[in-house]
């Protein structure tokens, strides 16, 4: 089946051994593998099957010998066959240490893989090798080493060929084999790879050297030693500024806005509630208006160029109107329709016996007030907490501040010696550049000389092309002229067949029918006729069909007026019972308003005053100038600023509140009587 059978399989003389393989045969293997190669390379999968290729193949061989037809034809099937197995090795070498091979040589490290796995038994090494040798020994080498690399074959060769055939077998038939020849493979590769190494270079063809000559030119003075340039000195740096562990004054202009801000939105807010109460009791008609009691409630305070914010409030009487759309309006009235449904079975539920709500309500209520005050009380201890942890802080720093200064008392020092160390190195830099200008000056004496020559054989190229050039240009436009001749003939010829006179056509009768046999075949007239009935029909149709849009769009119009009536009166239900739980909500929100009295708040605030009196100690202690432990002075005067004008502002709103309801009272009475 193959030419020159090795000693385990072949059939024919015993292969000579692997140093003395005769060129003739390396010739006539590497012929072989040269031409399942180019049949590999013309293999496209997707268009043909691999049996119409080697049938296709078996043919094209047939000017061969017949032992080289069945090598060929065995590798090239078995290459075929195991193409999955073959391409999972050879991706990976070009993956791993094949990188800078050619895509080329795909197919060659196909073959040999194929040949190296599965036909290593039956050739023989010494045939192998011979097989090996008539390839490029630097790629087979490096493809040789990473196939039978003991860590590759353990691993993830014999894992990833698992994936297609059965472990055992995988490991049976190829791992285990493929073991066993390594030894001999890689004395094969240390022998191709000496080889290399000890392989003389080839002569090279003595070039003629041009020998320079020296210009007889003057000799240029001597140049005047520069004077040296004085040494930099380094600028002393300025310290860091008090003014940048200072608060920035911007945050003292925001707390003032923020003080005056409030105070504007407390006497909007005293206004509002004031006037609301005012304008629902109720007044006689000889009584006058409460103006100076309105005088009294406006608070003074100092002009400021700083606007305050416009505050909005809810109004419960607002019938502003809305534009709806026929589907905002259908879904409105379906939802209030729904919630009038539900109310009606609620009452035959209750008529019937059922049960009242109102107990568990109360009980619900109750059981939100105290999960409430939970959560008030939560969130006093979670801003206990952050101010505790803002004091750890502040102490954590001020150590941290003292570290850093040391730190940059030790590295101003270091600092000083690489100045140092830095001028003496470009003092010698400079020298150096020095000494390469001169150098550079002697070497550049000849080149203007150069230059001329240049430009004299660059001149004389430049006239060569132009009288090329005018010369194609005359070929052109003699051709150019023959062409426009050529043309106007042809024109003309044209012109000539348009003027001959030409039939005009027969007379058409609308009136009369073709006659060409067919089922309903009429005149162009009847046609006419026939098409103008049938507009009129359409027609017809058409304007009963706009009659009957119009209904339905009028239906459809009466009924959204009757669904926009019945949600105005839901809307008006609805804002009621807004107000009202308004109320009861602004109540709630005034009785919850007192201060916890929490352990855990307790707790939380004698510890923040612990540390703070342990960091003004350790202040103290250091004498070092805290550059953030004023802020938190400033903020528990801010805070307590704060609480006071608060106990202030509701001390003026309860007097107003005190002075509205004396002015009401009167008023009550006098409406009684």
Known sequence: MRPGGGEKGGSGAPAEPADRVPPGKM??????????????????????SPEQFLEAAATSLQTLRPQEQAFIMEVLSG???????????????????GRLCLWADYSLFEVI??????????????????????????KVCKFLGFLFNPLNLGSWIKDEWSLIYETTHVKEHWINPL???????????????????????????????TEPKEFNLTAPRPRAIPVPEPVPVVAKTRPVPRSTYWP??????????KRYNRRKAEELLLRASVEEMRCAGSRSRGEPPVEDSKKKLRLRFPPRIIKAPKLTFYRPNDDSPVKLNTAAILREGALYQRQVERELQRVDKLMDGAGDLSEFLRWQRKMQAKDREEQLATGACRRLQGKLSHEEAILARQQ????????????????????????????????SMKELVEQVMETQKNVKVAQTKLLKGRQQMVQEVIEESRELLQRSAEAAKEEQRRRCELISQLRALETQPTRKGKLVDLTQIPG??????????????????????????EEEKRDQIIQGKRAKSRALQDTVEQISLCRAAMGRSAALRWEEKKAQSA??????????????QRRIREKAAERRGQAALLHVPAPRAARPKQQAQLEAQRRLELEQSRERRLRALQRGGSARGPARCLGAV
Not at 27 to 42: F, R
Not at 248 to 257: A, D, S, V
Not at 402 to 430: G, W
Not at 591 to 604: F, K, N, T
């Open 516 to 541: 060409y046999g067919l089922e309903g075949e009429m005149s162009v007239v009847e046609l006419r006729e026939r098409l103008a009935l049938l507009k009129d029909t359409q027609r017809c149709k």
């Open 179 to 209: 073991m066993r020849w390594q030894p001999e493979v890689q004395e094969l590769i240390n022998q191709l790879q000496g080889a290399l190494t000890n392989q003389p270079p080839l002569p090279k063809t003595k070039a003629k050297v």
């Open 248 to 257: 920035p004054k911007e945050q003292r202009l925001l707390e003032m806005t």
């Open 79 to 97: 290459c075929l066959e195991y193409r999955k197995l073959l391409t999972i090795v050879v991706d990976a070498f070009y993956v791993q240490d």
């Open 27 to 48: 010739a006539y293997y590497g012929k072989c593998i040269e031409t399942v190669i180019k049949l590999l390379d013309q293999f496209k999968p997707e268009k043909e």
């Open 113 to 138: 893989c194929y040949l190296a796995t599965f036909q290593l038994e039956e050739l023989g090494f010494q045939l192998f090798c011979s097989i090996v040798k008539s390839q490029p020994v630097h």
């Open 591 to 604: 009785a919850a308003g007192a201060p916890s009295r929490d352990e855990r708040v307790l707790e939380l």
């Open 400 to 431: 941290v501040a003292q570290e850093k200064r040391q730190k940059a008392d030790r590295k101003k020092e270091e600092t000083a010696e690489l100045m140092q160390q830095c001028a003496e190195r470009r003092l010698q830099e400079e020298k």
